[in-house]
């Protein structure tokens, strides 16, 4: 999975900021980010943020605390909005809950 935390700095330095994403959806997101900045490794982006050289992908696995349903039609930023809208309205202060968004956790190569 991966922690909201980690779509922000997706957002941030892969993408370069919100402004690059106004009006793209889902799927176009995938198309123009997530696949090209996961090339390389041939993985999810969930690999890519938490596994490196030195930790065999085996151990990461999680088990997700949230499933985050959506479209690949759906606009990428209101996903993001109404998720983190979410985790603002529950208690998340003791936990950061691992996410299962199938954009970041599946391998799309």
Known sequence: GVKFEDIRMFIEEYCGG???LEHLTCGEVLNRFVLPCTAPS???FAVKVHCDDVYPVEI???EAA???SHAME????????ALHDYLSA???SRENPDLWIDLFCINYH
């Open 18 to 20: 919100r402004n690059m």
């Open 42 to 44: 041939t993985s999810s």
């Open 60 to 62: 990461f696995p999680s």
């Open 66 to 68: 949230l499933i985050i």
């Open 74 to 81: 759906d606009p990428f930023l209101d996903v993001v909005d």
């Open 90 to 92: 529950i208690d998340t």
